[in-house]
């Protein structure tokens, strides 16, 4: 992996929201526990959306990896071929996105990258990616020791 890549901190999730349909039915349909799901008015540790209800995947506990593209298999391997069911949770009225987290150095280049194979599998799924990604001002070691 290419240096100038690598991120200080990265991860994905699968983010499913209904108005008023509780996130056990998409448990229940997907056969997977998420990893963060709340509705309104509940003690959960996610973050209510503008739709009320959340079920959530997210890579971030899972891998310990600074590069998206582990993140982006993690989630795609743990979906397998459930586009299907995803399709059916969409006409249903469930609000589904997948979201990627970047942040890396300030200056040079790089950034979230994805795959021929990552690109395929997200694809099969049939759901629409998000990018969020920001830069730090990391000072170099020299000018830490400059000061």
Known sequence: ????????????????????????????????????????????????????????????????????????????????HRGPQLAKLREQGFDIKIYCMWIGRKGGYGGPRLTPEITTRLAELGVEVYFDFGFIDIPSQKARTEV
């Not at 290419?2 to 991860?11: E, G, L, M, S, V």
């Not at 899972?62 to 795609?76: Q, R």
């Open 1 to 80: 992996m290419d240096n100038f890549r690598i991120a200080i901190n990265t991860n994905v999730f699968l983010r499913i929201e209904h108005e008023t349909r509780d996130p056990s039915e998409v448990t229940a349909l997907l056969g997977i526990a998420p990893t963060v799901s709340a509705s309104q008015g509940s003690e959960g540790n996610a973050t209510i959306g503008p739709h009320g209800k959340v079920w959530a995947l997210a890579s971030a506990w899972a891998v310990n990896s600074k590069d998206n593209v582990e993140h982006f298999k993690w989630l795609t391997d743990a979906l397998g």
